[in-house]
């Protein structure tokens, strides 16, 4: 599986941006889609995930209520919309893809296939 990420760049606090993240290729064992994120020395980290049959989602409790994740299967497309943005949301925003199911969604080592990154900056 192949994942193109797009929508970042520079925004001030409060307000919002949607990242895309097409999918290409055989999907037959994926079961889930997420979005990790890694700031400035600090290690990769959870934001979300859902199924593909868009059943699921879970969020890390520092994004609840801010942003949310959503699965266009026609598009083969995961996107992110992240609202009230803080600058402690500064990151690359990475895709990626797993087999694995919603236990296993935190950990990074579960996803076999990574996106680019897109970087989101927010300004205070």
């Known amino acids: 599986v192949q994942l193109q990420a797009s929508g970042g760049g520079l925004v001030q606090a409060g307000d919002s941006v949607r990242l895309s993240c097409a999918a290409s290729g055989r999907m037959f064992t994926t079961y889930g889609m997420g979005w990790f994120r890694q700031a400035l020395g600090q290690e990769r980290e959870f934001v979300a995930g859902?199924?593909?049959?868009?059943?699921?989602?879970e969020y890390a409790d520092f994004v609840k209520g801010r942003f949310s994740i959503s699965w266009d299967n026609a598009k083969k497309t995961v996107n992110l919309q992240m609202n009230s943005l803080k600058p402690e949301d500064t990151a690359i925003y990475y895709c990626a893809e797993t087999p694995y199911g919603t236990s296993y969604w935190a950990h990074a080592d579960k996803y076999r296939s990574w996106g680019q990154g897109t970087l989101v900056t927010v300004s205070s």
């Open positions: 859902i199924s593909t049959s868009e059943d699921r989602t």
